[in-house]
Structure formats: C-alpha cells, structure tokens
C-alpha cells in the first residue's frame, strides 16, 4: 500500500519590540541572568499585566501578511500547568478567540509548482523563562529574563505533504516576519521555533491517521530530518500493521531520531480560561486598515512587479526578493543603470556568489549599489571590458572604492583607439612570422591565439571586439 | 452529586496538592456543595447572551514599547527559597 504523510506545524516567533508582552521590562537578549524582571514577570500576587500596544500591531501585521480574517474581538485566557519556568503557574495566551483566523500562503516548490497552505489561527502569547541545568549539582538555575516576552504563534492547516514541503514554508513565514520587520526569526538563537504534527494515511484516503507532536526543531535543517524520520517510522509501523501511538516526540539531532516524550495519557489538561486580569481586545476596521497601509510591499507582490515592470525572468524575481534587503538593492542599482536583466545578472552572479564566499549578507555588502551600476555603466559604454570589469569589481569589494577611481588608478580604461591596437597588431603580427603563414594556410583557430597576444601586449586594455575586426582585416579572412 | 474519589484525587494531582487518603471523602462532599452552587446558574435561560469574559464592560487597556526601570536583582531573589547570587534555584527537572 502507498502511505501520504499529513504534516501541520506550529511556529512560535519571538516579536522584536523593545519591552515584554505585559510588562515594560527590557527583552533584549544577553543580559545578566534575573536582571530583566518585575513583579509582573516575576508572578508577585497583585501585580498585573498591562497588553503592549506594540505587539498587537506586529501580530496584525502578520496577520494581514498572511491573508488571515482578523475577527473584532480577541481575548486572551490563561494555560495552567506547572514547570519551574513559568512562575505564576500559568502562561497567558490566546485559546477561543485568537487575533487572527483563516489564512494562507503560497509557496513555490522548486519544480515550478505552487501550493497554497491554510493557516488555522495566529495567536499572541508570552514566552516561559530558561532553565539551566548544572553539571555537578542536583538543581536547575531559572533565569526569567525570557519570561514574558512576546511571541506570535502560527498554526498551519495539515496541508503539508513532504518534509520538503514544510521546509519551503517554513523559510517563507520566515522572510515575511524579516520583511515587515517584526522577528528576526533566528531559529538557532531560538527566535523562531517550530513544532511538527505528522500522521501517515493510505493514498487518497480523506481521514487522518493518529498523529505524534515532535519537538525540539531547532534548525531548518533539522526540521525536515526529523520529518523524514518520522514518516518513516510511521510507515513503517503501519506495513508492520502495528498502530501508531499518539504522543509527544522529541527530535534528538545527535543521534539523528525522535524519542517518545510523553503519551496521551500523560497530555497536560491545561484548563484554559479567559484571563481575568487582561481586558476583551477590540481590533476596529479602522486600526486594520492603519496597519495595511503601513505594511510594506510583500515579497510575493514585489516579485510579481519585478516581472512585470522590469521584464526579468521569474527565476530572476524569486532570488532577487528573498530578502527585502537584496530587493532594495536591486531597485537601488536600476536607478543609476536602468538594464534590469543586466543588474540582476551581476547580482545573481558575481555579488551573491562573492557574498556567499564571504558569508556575509546583504547588509554587509561591501559595494555600494550605485557603485555596482556604476561599474555596469562602464561596461556598457566599453569604456572597460569584460574581464576588466571582473577585476575592477574584485577590487571594489576589497577596498570598497567607487569604479572609476579604481579605474582611474590603475590604468585600466579600454583603449578603444584603432591606431594605438593597430600598432599592437602589426608588432605581433611581425614577430609571429610561422602563425601568421599557418593562418593563411587555413588553421583559423590561431586566431585566438593573435587576440591573445594582443591583449597582452595592451595589458587586458584593448577593446576586444576591436581587436578581433582589425586582426580579421589584416590578417585576411 | 457527589464527586467521585479519582476526580478529587485528579483535581488534587493538578493543583500540587497532597491529600491524605483519609480526606478524600470530606473534600468529595465539599467540592459537590460548590459545584452545586455552581449549577443553580445553569438554571437561568441563557439563550442569545454572548459569554461573559470579563466583569467590567471596558476594553483596549494598553502600554506603550517603553522601557522600565529593572527590579534589582537581589530584591527578585529576596523571597526565592532556594537561591544563588545569578537566580532561582530549583530541584534538577529533566
């Protein structure tokens, strides 16, 4: 029998303001351990929670970004269980009525196809503090730094059907948190985490088998690994006509499996309830359309402009918004030299690959766009060749000077000057007696070998087109 | 009504609290008197009345993305029970 896997994943993305979800304190990452708390955070009884303007914004964003209904009213309810990192017993998050419901999004495989995945619900909630276990002695040390900064969680529909496929979405929800600028969604760092709801059915069958939680995916990388395996252990369960357990696994990265963590039996019963301490949230249509203005040109909608209006291709379009960044940059670079394909070539090409060696991103880069179309430009009007424009562009990535001083500099403008190459010409042509007889005999291939002498007489300045069509004259075709 | 031995002794589990076994039956007696109070709202015919979710008819409470000053450190750990000079500490979980 042929099996489908039948994934869904849960995202939790940590929001990039300044303060905590219900309290001013500072979310910056780093700090000495218990040194960003209050008796908010902290759980001190009386203290209350105060709802960050901030994060609701984001998560509207988010929301917006994904095509989710955003319904007028939201409510927050509290999840209680107990764990030495959440001190007030219970973790505020959203349950019955979450700020967004009822969107999608679209990936691209890399077959061409696309795919559209639901995505049930977005909720806001806060973050638990960080257990530290000792080495030598019985305890833990808790640090609450953590506890209370904010997180968005995304709950795809199980539309998933390949570790491939979750891989691909997860790297989109991914670029649209960096592109509105809401996350960083670092998922080594922990700012962007994920959870996978795999089942395995018989093809074509239209209900669920008994899906496992796996946890503790803390790479894109180890995502989609740890998705093969199970898929695979599931499989291979069913083959065995055995039956798969319902639980919660914990991906192990070392050894390259997922381990049981807890059974259904042993599930927490979490007995939400609205929380008493936080107000009903009320989104106004008013507010959602503030947010939609203010949100910026998504990567999707970007990428489709970049094929119609600059008339590159789509392959060019999809590299060239992977990051708003690289985006910016590219339009950047058209403003001083308006040759779309040309641009993106050089972008796809020689500066990502430079990037890419270097592993620096974008931000890092070390030419300046317009000095990159400025280059171009150069090469456009011959004023450099091909292979100058090489040097010149290594050159500008390792002083970051501007093109023409480097050109300038060294020498390198292309001599277009036919009486300068046809002075070159007819001293290689009279120190090549032999070449030129056997070239006149026939073997035209030495061509290459006179453009080559030229060139190196000219230093790599010579026009080479020039100096192909007076060779051609002298020499006689 | 009364509630049965393993709802109070589930009830206890989530609540961290240790019962001893001998006060099983008064806490069954105790915890079907409250929710029997409970059910006498079940009574009133709620048809059409959105849930209640919050006392009082106020919404939007919310705080600007600003700093505040820290609690110091040694003030956080005052209480702790067990405690080192960084944070918290707690019998070794996992």
Same mark, same amino acid.
């Given at each position: 029998?042929?099996?489908?896997?039948?994934?869904?994943?849960?995202?939790?993305?940590?929001?990039?303001? +300044?303060?905590?979800?219900?309290? =001013?304190?500072?979310? @910056?990452?780093?700090?000495?351990?218990?040194?960003?708390? &209050?008796?908010? &955070?902290?759980?001190?009884?009386?203290?209350?929670?105060?709802?960050?303007?901030?994060?609701?914004? %984001?998560?509207?964003?988010?929301?917006?970004?994904?095509?989710?209904?955003?319904?007028?009213?939201?409510?927050?309810?509290?999840?209680?269980?107990?764990?030495?990192?959440?001190?007030?017993?219970?973790?505020?998050?959203?349950? /019955?009525?979450?700020?967004?419901?009822?969107?999608?999004?679209?990936?691209?495989?890399?077959?061409?196809?696309?795919?559209?995945?639901?995505?049930? @619900?977005?909720?806001?909630?806060?973050?638990?503090?960080?257990?530290?276990?000792?080495?030598?002695?019985?305890?833990?040390?808790?640090?609450?730094?953590?506890?209370?900064?904010?997180?968005?969680?995304?709950?795809?529909?199980?539309?998933?059907?390949?570790?491939?496929?979750?891989?691909? %979405?997860?790297?989109?929800?991914?670029?649209?948190?960096?592109?509105?600028?809401?996350?960083?969604?670092?998922?080594?760092?922990?700012?962007?985490?994920?959870?996978?709801?795999?089942?395995?059915?018989?093809?074509?069958? !239209?209900?669920?088998?008994?899906?496992?939680? $796996?946890?503790?995916?803390?790479?894109?990388?180890?995502?989609?690994?740890?998705?093969?395996?199970?898929?695979?252990?599931?499989?291979?369960?069913?083959?065995?006509?055995?039956?798969?357990?319902?639980?919660?696994?914990?991906?192990?990265?070392?050894?390259?499996?997922? /381990?049981?963590?807890?059974?259904?039996?042993?599930?927490?019963? %979490? @007995?939400?309830?609205? !929380?008493?301490?936080?107000?009903?949230?009320?989104?106004?249509?008013?507010?959602?359309?503030?947010?939609?203005?203010?949100?910026?040109? *998504?990567?999707?909608?970007?990428?489709?402009?970049?094929?119609?209006?600059? =008339?590159?291709?789509?392959?060019?379009?999809?590299?060239?918004?992977?990051?708003?960044?690289?985006?910016?940059?590219? /339009?950047?670079?058209?403003?001083?030299?308006?040759?779309?394909?040309?641009?993106?070539?050089?972008?796809?090409?020689?500066?990502?690959? *430079?990037?890419?060696?270097?592993?620096?991103?974008?931000?890092?880069?070390?030419?300046?766009?317009?000095?990159?179309?400025?280059?171009?430009?150069?090469?456009?009007?011959?004023?450099?060749?091909?292979?100058?424009?090489?040097?010149?562009?290594?050159?500008? +990535?390792?002083?970051?000077?501007?093109?023409?001083?480097?050109?300038?500099?060294?020498?390198?403008?292309?001599? +277009?000057? $036919? +009486?300068?190459?046809?002075?070159?010409?007819?001293?290689?042509?009279?120190?090549?007696?032999?070449?030129?007889?056997?070239?006149?005999?026939?073997?035209?291939?030495?061509?290459?070998?006179?453009?080559?002498?030229?060139? @190196?007489? #000219?230093?790599?300045? =010579?026009?080479?087109?020039?100096?192909?069509?007076?060779?051609?004259?002298?020499?006689?075709? | 009504?009364?509630?049965?031995? /393993?709802?109070?002794l589930? #009830?206890a589990?989530?609540?961290?609290l240790d019962i001893a076994p001998q006060d099983v039956e008064m806490f069954?007696?105790?915890?079907?008197?409250?929710?029997? %109070?409970?059910?006498?709202?079940?009574?009133?015919?709620?048809?059409?009345?959105?849930? $209640?979710?919050?006392?009082?008819?106020?919404?939007?409470?919310?705080?600007?993305?600003?700093?505040?000053?820290?609690?110091?450190?040694?003030?956080?750990?005052?209480?702790?029970?067990?405690?080192?000079?960084?944070?918290?500490?707690?019998?070794?979980?996992?």
């Open positions: 029998m042929e099996f489908e896997p039948v994934i869904g994943l849960e995202v939790h993305a940590q929001l990039n303001t +300044s303060t905590k979800i219900f309290c =001013a304190c500072s979310t @910056r990452f780093g700090a000495e351990p218990n040194t960003h708390v &209050c008796p908010v &955070c902290l759980g001190m009884p009386g203290s209350l929670p105060v709802l960050n303007k901030k994060v609701v914004e %984001y998560t509207l964003r988010m929301a917006l970004a994904t095509n989710c209904d955003i319904p007028p009213q939201s409510r927050f309810a509290r999840k209680n269980y107990f764990y030495p990192d959440l001190p007030k017993g219970y973790q505020i998050s959203q349950y /019955e009525l979450p700020i967004a419901i009822n969107g999608h999004l679209d990936i691209d495989m890399q077959d061409g196809s696309s795919k559209r995945i639901g995505i049930t @619900r977005i909720h806001m909630e806060e973050d638990a503090g960080k257990l530290i276990h000792d080495g030598s002695l019985p305890v833990s040390h808790v640090d609450l730094n953590r506890t209370g900064v904010p997180l968005m969680e995304i709950v795809s529909e199980p539309d998933l059907r390949s570790a491939a496929e979750a891989g691909v %979405y997860l790297r989109n929800l991914r670029a649209i948190i960096r592109w509105i600028g809401i996350g960083d969604g670092n998922m080594e760092e922990g700012s962007f985490r994920c959870d996978a709801n795999i089942s395995i059915r018989p093809k074509g069958s !239209d209900t669920f088998g008994t899906r496992t939680e $796996t946890k503790n995916l803390n790479s894109f990388k180890n995502v989609e690994k740890a998705i093969r395996y199970e898929i695979a252990r599931q499989t291979e369960i069913l083959l065995d006509t055995g039956q798969v357990v319902q639980e919660t696994r914990l991906w192990n990265p070392g050894k390259g499996v997922t /381990e049981s963590m807890r059974s259904k039996e042993q599930a927490h019963d %979490y @007995r939400y309830f609205p !929380d008493p301490d936080l107000l009903p949230l009320v989104i106004e249509k008013k507010w959602i359309s503030a947010v939609q203005k203010d949100l910026p040109e *998504l990567p999707s909608q970007r990428r489709e402009r970049f094929v119609t209006e600059m =008339a590159i291709p789509d392959y060019d379009a999809g590299v060239l918004t992977s990051s708003r960044e690289l985006a910016d940059y590219y /339009e950047s670079c058209l403003k001083t030299f308006n040759q779309p394909k040309h641009v993106s070539n050089w972008i796809m090409g020689s500066l990502l690959g *430079l990037l890419n060696a270097e592993g620096k991103s974008i931000e890092d880069c070390p030419i300046a766009p317009k000095d990159l179309a400025q280059l171009l430009k150069l090469l456009d009007e011959g004023a450099i060749s091909g292979k100058i424009a090489k040097t010149v562009f290594e050159e500008m +990535s390792s002083t970051g000077k501007p093109p023409k001083q480097i050109v300038e500099e060294k020498g390198l403008v292309q001599v +277009s000057d $036919t +009486s300068i190459i046809e002075k070159e010409i007819d001293a290689v042509i009279a120190a090549n007696p032999n070449e030129v007889e056997r070239y006149k005999d026939g073997q035209k291939k030495l061509i290459g070998f006179f453009v080559g002498q030229v060139m @190196r007489a #000219t230093k790599g300045k =010579a026009n080479p087109k020039m100096v192909n069509e007076l060779l051609m004259k002298k020499l006689g075709t | 009504m009364k509630l049965t031995k /393993e709802q109070v589930n #009830t589990r989530l609540a961290r069954s007696e105790q915890l079907a008197s409250i929710l029997g %109070y409970m059910e006498k709202l079940n009574e009133v015919d709620t048809t059409g009345v959105a849930p $209640t979710s919050h006392a009082i008819s106020l919404t939007n409470a919310f705080r600007q993305d600003r700093a505040h000053e820290h609690l110091p450190r040694d003030k956080a750990l005052s209480n702790a029970p067990e405690k080192d000079e960084d944070g918290f500490l707690v019998p070794k979980v996992i």
